[in-house]
């Protein structure tokens, strides 16, 4: 059983900038993919950004431009940056993963940007 643990999140001022992590515990057959979503209230969860085995990398079209991610740690761990924060990049945030067949999500960090 995958478990993820993430960090960073907050209060963030617009035009800032924020940093999400995350590790995936108890990897046995390797993640396929390693990524973020978003959820704004009353909207549907959203891709922000995922990283494929070979660094395929899928990001969504309203942050494009705006990010760096990276998987590191034998592929268990991922990071987020996302620059030039907007009032609408609040949400809360969830990693995701992929193994052996099932989707594993995390808690969710909650990002609040303020104009």
């Known amino acids: 059983q995958v478990q993820l643990v993430e960090s960073g999140g907050g209060s963030v001022q617009a035009g800032g900038s924020l940093k999400l992590s995350c590790v995936a515990n108890?990897?046995?057959?390797?993640?396929?993919?390693i990524g973020w979503y978003r959820q704004a209230p009353g909207k549907q969860r959203e891709l922000v950004a995922t990283?494929?085995?070979?660094?395929?990398?899928s990001v969504g079209d309203s942050v494009k431009g705006r990010l760096t991610i990276s998987r590191g740690n034998a592929g268990n761990r991922v990071d987020l940056q996302l620059n030039s924060l907007k009032p609408e990049d609040t949400a809360v945030y969830y990693c995701?993963?992929?193994?052996?067949?099932?989707?594993?999500w995390g808690r969710g960090t909650q990002v609040t940007v303020s104009s």
């Open positions: 995701y993963t992929h193994e052996n067949s099932r989707d594993y």
């Open positions: 108890g990897v046995i057959f390797g993640l396929t993919t």
């Open positions: 990283v494929g085995r070979g660094s395929y990398t």
